[in-house]
Protein backbone atom coordinates (compact mmCIF):
# COMPACT_ATOMS: atom_id res chain seq x y z
CA UNK A 1 0.00 0.00 0.00
CA UNK A 2 1.32 3.37 -0.50
CA UNK A 3 1.10 6.29 1.93
CA UNK A 4 0.41 9.79 0.12
CA UNK A 5 1.18 12.93 1.70
CA UNK A 6 -0.43 16.09 0.27
CA UNK A 7 1.28 18.89 2.33
CA UNK A 8 -0.64 22.11 3.06
CA UNK A 9 0.72 23.97 -0.38
CA UNK A 10 -1.07 21.10 -2.40
CA UNK A 11 -4.12 20.75 -0.56
CA UNK A 12 -4.85 24.16 -0.97
CA UNK A 13 -4.09 23.91 -5.00
CA UNK A 14 -6.51 20.88 -5.05
CA UNK A 15 -9.38 22.56 -3.24
CA UNK A 16 -9.16 25.80 -5.36
CA UNK A 17 -9.60 23.20 -8.17
CA UNK A 18 -12.12 21.48 -7.07
CA UNK A 19 -14.04 25.38 -6.23
CA UNK A 20 -13.42 25.90 -10.22
CA UNK A 21 -14.75 22.52 -11.37
CA UNK A 22 -17.74 22.96 -8.87
CA UNK A 23 -18.77 25.68 -10.58
CA UNK A 24 -18.41 25.03 -14.34
CA UNK A 25 -20.59 22.03 -13.08
CA UNK A 26 -23.41 23.71 -11.62
CA UNK A 27 -23.78 26.19 -14.44
CA UNK A 28 -25.99 24.20 -16.53
CA UNK A 29 -22.80 21.92 -18.50
CA UNK A 30 -24.53 19.47 -20.92
CA UNK A 31 -22.87 15.91 -19.97
CA UNK A 32 -22.28 14.08 -23.24
CA UNK A 33 -20.45 10.98 -22.41
CA UNK A 34 -19.02 9.73 -19.07
CA UNK A 35 -15.40 11.57 -19.93
CA UNK A 36 -17.49 15.10 -19.05
CA UNK A 37 -17.43 13.95 -15.52
CA UNK A 38 -14.27 11.86 -15.03
CA UNK A 39 -11.89 14.80 -13.75
CA UNK A 40 -14.75 16.49 -11.47
CA UNK A 41 -15.32 12.99 -9.75
CA UNK A 42 -11.43 12.20 -9.42
CA UNK A 43 -11.17 15.66 -7.76
CA UNK A 44 -14.20 15.16 -5.15
CA UNK A 45 -13.89 11.65 -4.44
CA UNK A 46 -10.55 9.92 -5.12
CA UNK A 47 -8.56 10.78 -2.17
CA UNK A 48 -11.23 10.06 0.14
CA UNK A 49 -10.51 7.27 2.62
CA UNK A 50 -14.41 6.66 3.34
CA UNK A 51 -17.02 5.65 0.64
CA UNK A 52 -19.15 8.19 -0.22
CA UNK A 53 -22.60 7.98 -1.99
CA UNK A 54 -23.60 10.42 -4.43
CA UNK A 55 -25.83 11.22 -7.19
CA UNK A 56 -25.61 13.97 -10.41
CA UNK A 57 -29.66 15.18 -10.62
CA UNK A 58 -30.24 15.91 -14.47
CA UNK A 59 -32.97 17.85 -16.11
CA UNK A 60 -33.96 16.55 -19.77
CA UNK A 61 -31.43 18.26 -21.63
CA UNK A 62 -28.44 16.32 -19.57
CA UNK A 63 -27.36 19.56 -17.63
CA UNK A 64 -26.60 19.48 -14.39
CA UNK A 65 -28.87 20.35 -11.83
CA UNK A 66 -26.98 19.85 -8.77
CA UNK A 67 -24.50 17.38 -7.27
CA UNK A 68 -25.35 15.85 -4.55
CA UNK A 69 -22.82 13.80 -1.51
CA UNK A 70 -26.04 11.63 -0.14
CA UNK A 71 -24.60 9.00 2.04
CA UNK A 72 -21.07 8.61 3.53
CA UNK A 73 -20.00 5.05 4.96
CA UNK A 74 -16.55 3.27 6.30
CA UNK A 75 -13.60 2.38 4.59
CA UNK A 76 -15.32 -0.38 3.14
CA UNK A 77 -19.11 0.03 2.65
CA UNK A 78 -21.62 2.96 2.42
CA UNK A 79 -25.38 2.26 3.21
CA UNK A 80 -27.63 3.36 0.56
CA UNK A 81 -31.03 3.47 0.35
CA UNK A 82 -33.22 3.84 -3.00
CA UNK A 83 -36.30 5.57 -1.37
CA UNK A 84 -34.13 8.39 -0.22
CA UNK A 85 -32.44 9.24 -3.68
CA UNK A 86 -36.21 8.59 -5.01
CA UNK A 87 -36.99 11.41 -2.80
CA UNK A 88 -34.48 14.22 -3.94
CA UNK A 89 -34.95 13.11 -7.54
CA UNK A 90 -38.31 14.39 -7.31
CA UNK A 91 -37.24 17.45 -4.93
CA UNK A 92 -35.20 18.46 -7.44
CA UNK A 93 -37.68 17.56 -10.65
CA UNK A 94 -34.87 15.71 -12.13
CA UNK A 95 -35.42 13.47 -15.04
CA UNK A 96 -32.36 11.77 -15.00
CA UNK A 97 -29.32 10.77 -12.66
CA UNK A 98 -25.77 9.61 -12.46
CA UNK A 99 -24.99 7.59 -9.05
CA UNK A 100 -21.76 7.87 -8.07
CA UNK A 101 -19.22 6.25 -5.36
CA UNK A 102 -15.62 5.33 -4.17
CA UNK A 103 -13.64 2.54 -3.37
CA UNK A 104 -10.75 3.93 -1.11
CA UNK A 105 -9.26 0.72 -1.69
CA UNK A 106 -8.23 1.89 -4.72
CA UNK A 107 -9.98 -1.05 -7.06
CA UNK A 108 -12.44 0.77 -9.17
CA UNK A 109 -14.34 -2.24 -10.56
CA UNK A 110 -17.84 -2.95 -9.64
CA UNK A 111 -18.51 -5.83 -6.61
CA UNK A 112 -21.34 -7.96 -6.76
CA UNK A 113 -22.94 -5.61 -3.93
CA UNK A 114 -22.31 -2.38 -6.18
CA UNK A 115 -24.27 -4.56 -9.56
CA UNK A 116 -27.32 -5.40 -6.90
CA UNK A 117 -27.44 -1.28 -5.65
CA UNK A 118 -27.81 -0.11 -8.97
CA UNK A 119 -30.25 -2.69 -10.22
CA UNK A 120 -32.47 -1.64 -6.84
CA UNK A 121 -32.08 1.93 -7.74
CA UNK A 122 -33.09 1.87 -11.52
CA UNK A 123 -35.95 -0.03 -10.60
CA UNK A 124 -37.06 2.12 -8.09
CA UNK A 125 -36.75 5.37 -10.40
CA UNK A 126 -37.86 3.58 -13.48
CA UNK A 127 -41.53 3.67 -11.68
CA UNK A 128 -41.18 7.69 -11.40
CA UNK A 129 -40.02 7.86 -15.44
CA UNK A 130 -36.04 8.26 -14.24
CA UNK A 131 -33.47 6.78 -15.67
CA UNK A 132 -29.74 5.91 -14.29
CA UNK A 133 -27.70 7.16 -16.98
CA UNK A 134 -24.41 6.00 -15.71
CA UNK A 135 -22.77 5.02 -11.93
CA UNK A 136 -19.09 5.34 -11.95
CA UNK A 137 -17.05 4.10 -9.29
CA UNK A 138 -13.32 6.24 -8.41
CA UNK A 139 -10.79 4.69 -6.86
CA UNK A 140 -7.85 7.34 -6.13
CA UNK A 141 -7.16 8.45 -9.92
CA UNK A 142 -8.95 5.59 -11.64
CA UNK A 143 -12.87 5.82 -12.68
CA UNK A 144 -15.10 3.03 -14.02
CA UNK A 145 -18.26 3.19 -15.71
CA UNK A 146 -20.76 0.89 -15.31
CA UNK A 147 -22.63 1.90 -18.63
CA UNK A 148 -19.02 1.55 -20.32
CA UNK A 149 -18.86 -2.30 -18.72
CA UNK A 150 -22.39 -3.21 -19.82
CA UNK A 151 -23.66 -3.53 -16.94
CA UNK A 152 -26.17 -0.24 -17.05
Given amino acids: MTIVTINEHDLDIINQAKAIIAKYMHTGKKLCSPNDVKDYLILNLGLLD ?6 LYLN ?34 AISVILVHNHPSGEPLPSKEDVKLTQQIESVL ?27
Avoid: W
Fill in 126 to 152: SLIDVKVLDHFIVAKQKIVSMKELGII
Fill in 50 to 55: YEEFCV
Fill in 60 to 93: NQNQVIVFEKLFRGTINETSVYPREIAKQVICYN
